[in-house]
Nanobody, 120 residues
């Protein structure tokens, strides 16, 4: 069994910064990619940023230049530094991991979500 635990969500004023953290634990053989998604009220879940083990990084256009994703492979952790936050960034942010629990078995796992609220 694999668990993802997120932290760092908070209420912040527009223009402020937050740093989200997520650590994966449990039966992990190899992590392929980790990332962040978000879901605002009444909207579908959307990609924010992903980073694979080869170093490739992808961002949603709406966060490019403001958010930075990073990983600590030794800790099976992923972070999201969010700067210049806007009210439209308000959402529940979910950590996501694509990993192998053994040499053959892979799955996609999700964290429980952490609330980010940006006030204007």
């Amino acid at each position: 069994q694999v668990q993802l635990v997120e932290s760092g969500g908070d209420l912040v004023q527009a223009g402020g910064s937050l740093r989200l953290s997520c650590a994966a634990s449990g039966s992990i053989f190899r992590v392929v990619a980790m990332g962040w998604y978000r879901q605002a009220p009444g909207k579908e879940r959307e990609l924010v940023a992903t980073a694979n083990s080869g170093g490739a990084i992808d961002y949603a256009d709406s966060v490019k230049g403001r958010f930075t994703i990073s990983r600590d492979n030794a800790k099976n952790a992923v972070y999201l530094q969010m700067n210049s936050l806007k009210p439209e960034d308000t959402a529940v942010y979910y950590c996501n991991a694509y990993l192998y629990s053994d040499v053959r078995t892979w799955n996609i796992y999700w964290g429980q979500g952490t609330q980010v609220t940006v006030s204007s």
